[in-house]
């Protein structure tokens, strides 16, 4: 917001008289922004903001104008018909097979932490959950009966996540 902000006090406009086009206007000076503007450490790069970046900070404005009708401060929302910038879908690159045996193989399995670091290594890449959902993972999270892990995703929302059969007997043997 603090963006739009700054971009409609330039314009010497104030958010009471904001409109659909302002937002437009305001992704297409965005488009041009250079990456880490006005960031204390990091210096002015070449690149431009991307696209990604981009949606994220209107998806922010009109979650703020929608909330401004909901609490009635506006009688309609005059930015929810204003298209949101397009992004392109990323595939993410994963792991060979090769790359995820170096991987396991930098674990000393033949530790309580060594094994605890594979169990983990493999849990991770097993199921692909966020790092954060991992670590707060616990053993009455584990069914065995029917390999699922209960996750707390964000938004605390719980989700089942199932796991194969080289995580559930990794697990069981590092839980005896």
């Not at 009688?75 to 910038?85: A, C, D, L, Q, R």
């Not at 392109?88 to 045996?101: D, G, L, N, Q």
Request: proline letters at 3%.
């Amino acid at each position: 917001m603090g963006y739009f902000a700054d971009f409609l006090g330039s314009e010497q406009q104030d958010i009471g008289t904001t409109t659909g086009n302002d937002l437009r206007r305001f992704i297409i000076a965005l488009q041009g922004k250079p990456k880490f503007a006005n960031h204390p450490y990091n210096k002015t790069q070449q690149a431009k903001l991307s696209s990604q970046s981009i949606e994220t900070y209107c998806r922010g404005i009109k979650a703020f104008f929608g909330f401004l009708k909901r609490e009635g401060f506006t009688k309609n929302n005059i930015i929810e018909k204003v298209k949101m910038p397009k992004v392109p879908e990323v595939v993410i690159r994963t792991f060979s097979e090769k790359e995820i045996a170096k991987l396991l193989a930098q674990t000393n399995r033949g530790t309580n932490e060594g094994f605890r670091d594979y169990c983990i290594i493999l849990t991770f890449i097993d199921i692909g959950i966020r790092l954060s959902e991992l670590a707060d993972l616990r053993a009455d999270d584990i069914d065995y009966e029917q390999n699922l892990f209960r996750v707390m995703g964000k938004g605390l929302r719980e989700r089942f996540v199932p796991f194969g059969r080289r995580v559930a007997k990794a697990l069981m043997k590092y839980q005896m």
